[in-house]
């Protein structure tokens, strides 16, 4: 039950766009569109952004976009905004368990 | 929709705690829920969940054999049961609802309660 890989940290300016990558196995991202991704700001409760890999929940800004290749899913967040500094997990179901990445940390300079 | 978790304390490498999610503003029975849990300064880890009527059960290896979930859906709580912890098991322990169909991913969280396994 290995973690999902994501990068452990991105930056950019705002306005800008980021991606972070989160690559599993055929077990799991490559598998089944059951990719999500969450954000979570220091000390607080992580927050759904994007579900069945590319799907955004009501509220969540257009801004953020997901896509899945293979065995590695991605999180795009165009415009960057100083809001947007935070944690971001990729998180896959596969079958018997579930599985997040390993989290990247986004630094908005 | 809201989860609040509560149960969590300081206890002995070997000890034993429940956790309690009670949740409301939605219905309940309808839900899969899980745990997951995150170390301090570290990431999310998934945990264990479980379906609407406690029949179908998963967990991560890490605590297999040592958790147990459960619910009881006519108090809109899901449990989670703590048995043989050690100082790894240390940890904040959030409650997530699986949206299911309409929104498979854990669209409402919890605000966490913290468990310390130490001597």
């Known amino acids: 039950q290995s973690a999902l890989t994501q990068p452990a940290s991105v930056s950019g300016s705002p306005g800008q766009s980021i991606t972070i990558s989160c690559t599993g196995t055929?077990?799991?991202?490559?598998?089944?569109?059951?990719v999500s991704w969450y954000q979570q700001h220091p000390g607080k409760a992580p927050k759904l952004m994007i579900y069945?890999?590319?799907k955004r929940p009501s509220g969540v800004s257009n801004r953020f976009s997901g896509s899945k290749s293979g065995n590695t899913a991605s999180l795009t967040i165009s415009g960057l905004q100083a809001e947007d500094e935070a944690d971001y997990y990729c998180y896959s179901y596969a079958d018997t368990l579930e599985i997040f990445g390993g989290g990247t940390k986004l630094t908005v300079l | 929709v809201q989860l609040v978790e509560s149960g969590g304390a300081l206890v002995r490498p070997g000890g034993s705690l429940r956790l309690s999610c009670a949740a409301s503003?939605?219905?309940?029975?309808?839900?899969?829920m899980h745990w997951v849990r995150q170390a301090p300064g570290k990431g999310l880890v998934w945990v264990s969940r479980?379906?609407?009527?406690?029949?179908?059960?998963n967990y991560a290896d890490s605590v297999k054999g040592r958790f147990t979930v459960s619910r009881d859906n006519a108090k809109n709580t899901v449990y989670l049961q703590m048995n043989s912890l050690r100082p790894e098991d240390t940890a904040v322990y959030y409650c997530a609802r699986d949206g299911g169909g309409l929104v498979p991913g854990l669209d409402y969280w919890g605000q966490g309660t913290l468990v310390t396994v130490s001597s």
């Open positions: 503003g939605f219905t309940f029975n309808h839900y899969w």
């Open positions: 069945e890999v590319s």
């Open positions: 479980i379906n609407s009527d406690n029949f179908n059960i």
């Open positions: 055929s077990s799991d991202v490559g598998n089944y569109n059951l």
